[in-house]
């Protein structure tokens, strides 16, 4: 970028230059070599295209699962939460075995121990993370005896990661003198769940997160 002097107040392209006025300044500058024709085929931008095409999945995917949340979230007083849960995906995504790169999804990620265990150890702001002696296995609710709640309410998500879209089911679950809670099967076992667990004590959320 550089500005001039001229009589004449020059604004638009000429050749591969460009004029404008900037803070009552005459400037001049270069075309940019960006182009979409180029981006969509040029094998120099195949990198980038990659990059944007997973960056968009993870922003999607991170926020129709966030969507089911909200209320929680507002109760995690963490102004960049939605930024860190982005990052989540981000790197689930990249844990994914399979597919090639600009094809990498939170799906696949979510298959691997690996990123089942990012999923899970995700802190929701200021609220603590779900303690050890919680897990869900086929459809039951395992709570140790050391676990100290008044409520638990379990959130589980159905994900549609093709066409980005989720449904949703709570309930309050009451703990049985075993530890073991049987929760409604809302979805069929083929489908994409994910399951968000709360704790409470004395009305107040003490933890919450991903089991």
Known sequence: MATYESIVK???????????????????RKKSGFNKAAFKKAPSYE????????????????????????SYIKEAGDALLYQKFA????????????SERGSRTVDKGLQTKEGKALLNRFQFGEKKKLPDGIQILDHILYVDEKVSADTITLVTI????????????????SLSDNGKVNFKKQFSENDSLLYFVVLRKNKEITHMGFA
Do not use: W
Not at 47 to 70: A, M, P
Not at 87 to 98: A, F, N, S
Not at 158 to 173: A, G, L, R, V
């Open 10 to 28: 020059i604004k638009g392209a000429v050749g591969d230059l460009v004029f404008y006025d900037l803070n009552g300044k005459n400037v001049v």
């Open 47 to 70: 990198k980038v295209r990659q990059n944007s095409s997973e960056f968009g999945h993870c922003s999607k995917t991170g926020k129709i699962i966030r969507t089911n949340l909200n």
């Open 87 to 98: 990052k989540l995906m981000t790197e689930i995504k990249d844990l994914d075995p399979v």
């Open 158 to 173: 159905c994900i549609d990661f093709e066409n980005y879209k989720t449904e949703c089911f709570e309930e309050n679950i």
